[in-house]
């Protein structure tokens, strides 16, 4: 999958735009704060229909105006065309239009644009809470297997009612629990199972792009947690129902799951540096993008590279170099304020490139 033309309207601080992209690498250069982000941000919001960087859609309409859109021209690896419309109006529902038809949901979309993302809002994974590494874990499977997504939906409407009963003060017939209980149960068995088996997958596709990056100076894994590898849910659910309803909210289930991060056997967000940090995020993202390029659709996804290097030192910079620049990786769009380290990659590709240079909002080649 490539990107061939985005065009841009009052989309953050991009008060309109038409880019024309290049098939391999596409290069944003600016100061902090020009709009760089923003580029790739919309790209995101094509894809998967909201920002990278917020889940409030009115934020993204530049300040004072009452509506935005974004239209994408796409093209699949056998020359078949997608044209991707996405508007947004204050007070009113953003519509998807694929082609000239509408959405009747939109996560029909989610899985037809499939792309990975790396940005210095994603040192979150890496050292926030348990929430933000399920997110990641669910954004990568729904981006091939629709199955799991609505599995997704149904265990958190039957967990979210289940929370709402817990809190209530009067009793509540037992039989009323286990409805939405053996929901939960069904649900979670099949998403634990999803996500057991793409941690499995995933785990030494990660170790090879850590080992390429740091040379292999330092051991890492990912260790996945999950109340489920106890035992069954319901027995979980069913037997602390009373201590449930004591604290007001659902004590067990894959809401609960995390995925540790470890190197030489130690949380990563507890004892690694800020460059070892930052290297286990890009080489999960790396890991993301290969495991997404042969499953679902098999489609390349699109590679967004959002000021990777900082806080890397001079080695790993290299080593990433020469990684976005080989040709495991399909169209790539990268940000930086530092020409430096893209005239390096540039370098390195040798193959049809793209500069665009961003300031206020407005983009030139």
Known sequence: MRLTDLTIFNYKNIAEAELHFSPNLNCFIGNNGEGK?????????????????????????????????????????????????????????????????????????????????????????????????????????????????????????????????????????????????????????????????????????????????????????????????????????????FKDRAVGYSLHGIHKDDLEMLQGGYLVRREGSQGQSKTFLIALKLAQFDFLSRTGSRTTPLLLLDDIFDKLDAERVEQIVKLVGGKRFGQIFITDTNRDHLDAILASMKSDNKIFFVEKGAIKV
């Open 37 to 241: 982000t923003n580029v790739l941000d919309a790209i995101h919001f094509l894809s998967f229909c909201r920002s990278y960087s917020s889940s409030i859609d009115m934020l993204c309409v530049r300040h004072g105006q009452e509506f935005m859109s974004l239209q994408g021209l796409y093209e699949h690896e056998d020359g078949a065309k997608e044209d991707i419309h996405i508007g947004l109006k204050v007070g009113q529902k953003k519509v998807v239009r694929r082609g000239k038809k509408a959405y009747r949901r939109i996560s029909e979309h989610i899985g037809l644009i499939p792309l990975v993302m790396v940005s210095p809002s994603d040192q979150i994974l890496v050292s926030g809470g348990s929430d933000e590494r399920r997110r990641f874990i669910d954004m990568v499977i729904c981006q091939y297997d629709a199955a799991y997504t609505e599995a997704l939906l149904r265990y958190n409407r039957a967990l979210q009612q289940r929370n709402v009963m817990l809190k209530q003060d009067e009793e509540i017939d037992p039989e009323v629990f286990l409805v939405f209980e053996e929901q939960m149960a069904r649900e979670g068995e099949y998403i634990f199972q999803k996500r057991s088996e793409f941690i499995s997958e995933l785990i030494p596709i990660f170790q090879q792009f850590y080992n390429e990056i740091s040379k292999e100076r330092e051991q890492v894994e990912l260790r996945y947690v999950s109340q489920l590898q106890r035992g069954p849910l319901l027995e979980q659910l069913t037997k602390d129902r």
